[in-house]
């Protein structure tokens, strides 16, 4: 898969290039702050490859899977809108870049399909007993998929998006500006990491600060 390959190969660039300060690289495996959302950016020739990082509740206003139609309605929209990067972010238009490749992808139905929730609401626990190796079901008991402090999976669902452009003047990349804001006010802020002919650079980008400068 080409996904695959784009996320290995950005991973691999960032930690190659990070190995003096790989306090971020680290981030993915830990909890996220809501209204925070990490962007890291990285450089490889005429390519420019970013990776979002965002939590759910940014994105969609809830990290559990969905389980009503209308979430699911939520679910589905979002995605398309992680879909169209030109309405979260914009290069200058100098540097001529292209979206080459992208992908999204969240936490939110890892076992969607293990759960059928619609079952639980008309079955007994007796029958819920029966499907004990699903551990999670235990956690369902009261139906309240709002309170899931202490979800396994479910606590923390996450959107992970790649984004890779071809540019044809990189050297002429001087901004990069975040429309993200706009799309999911509830983010309040986005670390950006980025590495590039310009060197290592870090900021924090919020909505009254969008325009991030190499
Ligand atoms: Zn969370």
């Known amino acids: 898969m080409p996904t695959q390959h784009f996320r290995a190969a950005t991973w691999l660039l960032i930690s190659a290039a990070t190995c003096a300060a790989p306090a971020w690289a680290y ?7 809501h209204g925070q959302v990490e962007l890291n950016m990285a450089q490889d020739g005429n390519d420019l490859l ?63 399909e293990t759960h059928d929730h619609e079952k639980h609401g008309d079955h007994d626990h007796d029958e819920h007993d029966e499907h004990d190796e699903h551990d999670h079901h235990e956690g369902h008991d009261h139906h309240d998929h709002g309170k899931h402090s202490g979800h396994e999976h479910g606590e923390h669902g996450e ?22 804001f706009s799309q999911f006010p509830a983010t309040e802020k986005i670390q950006l990491q980025a590495i590039t002919a310009q060197g290592q650079q870090a900021a924090t980008l919020t909505a009254s600060q969008a325009e991030f400068r190499f």
């Open 50 to 112: 970013l990776e979002i990082t965002a939590p759910a509740v940014d994105v969609i206003g809830f990290e559990h899977p969905p389980e009503t139609e209308a979430e699911q309605q939520v679910l589905k929209d979002a995605v398309l809108k992680l879909n169209r990067p030109e309405n979260l972010l914009a290069i200058n238009a100098a540097a001529g870049c292209q979206l080459h490749e992208q992908h999204v992808s969240h936490t939110l139905s890892e076992h969607a």
């Open 159 to 180: 959107f992970s998006i790649q984004y890779t452009y071809q540019c044809d003047t990189i050297d002429k990349l001087s901004t990069l500006t975040l429309k993200w």
């Open 27 to 33: 981030t993915q495996h830990e909890a996220h702050i």
